[in-house]
């Protein structure tokens, strides 16, 4: 049992974040749902609202889109694929470091 999710936020554009978490809250085409370490592979639809990322180290990160996307989960593999993301926004909601 792992206590860990390796979380990858995706746009067309760019990688926004990728790192280690807790927990994750997203606005699901269904509901909000809320993702822990060893969920039970999904796949859903995202729609416009809040985000809440828990860091494995550090403060929760929310953060508000206007966009449309995906969400999937695998083996503590879940990515986030929105279909643009407002880049400032994100700049100042999170801690990002400049990716390869």
């Known amino acids: 049992m792992s206590s860990i999710l390796h979380l990858t936020v995706v746009t067309p554009e760019k990688v926004l974040f990728e ?9 699901g085409g269904a509901g909000f749902f ?4 060893d969920h039970a592979p999904m796949l859903a639809s995202l729609q416009p609202g ?3 990322i828990r860091p494995v180290a ?6 508000k889109t206007k966009c449309f996307g995906f ?3 695998v083996k ?5 694929l929105l279909d643009a993301a407002d880049t ?5 909601a999170l801690p990002l470091k400049p990716l390869p």
Request: charged share 15%; with cysteine; glycine share 8%.
């Open 19 to 27: 790192g280690d978490v807790n927990y994750i809250y997203a606005p």
């Open 34 to 37: 809320g993702v822990c370490p």
């Open 50 to 52: 809040i985000f809440e």
């Open 58 to 63: 550090g403060d929760p990160i929310k953060f």
């Open 71 to 73: 969400f999937e989960v």
């Open 76 to 80: 503590n593999n879940a990515s986030i």
């Open 88 to 92: 400032k926004s994100w700049l100042n």
